[in-house]
Antibody
């Protein structure tokens, strides 16, 4: 079955950087786009970024553009989120999610999430 | 920036039909997808491409879309359906957008 396991979360000081990883299994990773979605404590879901199956197209939410970088390694079945210039507003659970079968179909399977806390 | 608008809360009695709406100007041209999120858990896809139901999702969950409004319907809502529900779609540039979420209470 599809499994997505995030790692790399933790407590980080404002202005510092952090990289999240998401290891995928149970499906042909290089056939699917991958999303990052975050959820601040007590708040709703916020879409962060998407990378196409082959890395040829990448999109970001305005709130993270220029600070976050999504990438993937299809040989390792892993997607990454490099986060820089972090602030308290970036404190959230970060989920990776697999895109559905059709482009633009949205996330269809989610990991359990990785908590990132930005605090001095 | 593009927004999807949901009611903050919906309340029904067990066995009644719950309807949750999602409004967005691009919905006539873009699919809506729906997610259920129980407290402390990751979201689960319950409806995709406006009206399709993934395997394993109970038949009481259905979706529809007309004009700028997509609707998630839970026919015969059960206590275990009490959750937060989010709609998702994309804007004209392909960026993802979630609605603000609706808390469904079944009591």
């Amino acid at each position: 079955q599809v499994q997505l396991v995030e790692s790399g979360g933790g407590v980080v000081q404002p202005g510092r950087s952090l990289r999240l990883s998401c290891a995928a299994s149970g499906f042909t990773f290089n056939n699917y786009g991958m999303h990052w979605v975050r959820q601040a404590p007590g708040k709703g879901l916020e879409w962060v970024a998407i990378i196409w199956y082959d890395g040829s197209n990448i999109k970001y939410a305005d709130s993270v553009k220029g600070r976050f970088t999504i990438s993937r390694d299809n040989s390792m079945n892993t997607v990454y989120l490099q986060m820089s210039s972090l602030s308290a507003e970036d404190t959230a659970v970060y989920y990776c999610a697999k895109e559905g079968a059709a482009a633009g179909s949205g996330p269809d399977t989610w990991g359990q999430g990785s908590l990132v806390t930005v605090s001095s | 920036s593009y927004e999807l608008t949901q009611p903050p809360s919906v309340s029904v009695s067990p066995g009644q039909t719950a309807r949750i709406t999602c409004s967005g100007d691009a919905l006539p041209k873009k699919y809506a997808h729906w997610y259920q999120q129980k407290s402390g858990q990751a979201p689960v896809l319950v409806i995709y491409e406006d009206s399709k139901r993934p395997s394993g999702i109970p038949e009481r969950f259905s979706g529809s879309s007309s004009g700028t409004v997509a609707t998630l319907t839970i026919s015969g809502a059960q206590v275990e359906d009490e959750s937060d529900y989010y709609c998702y779609s994309t804007d004209s540039t392909g960026n993802g957008v979630f609605g603000g979420g609706t808390k469904l209470t079944v009591l």
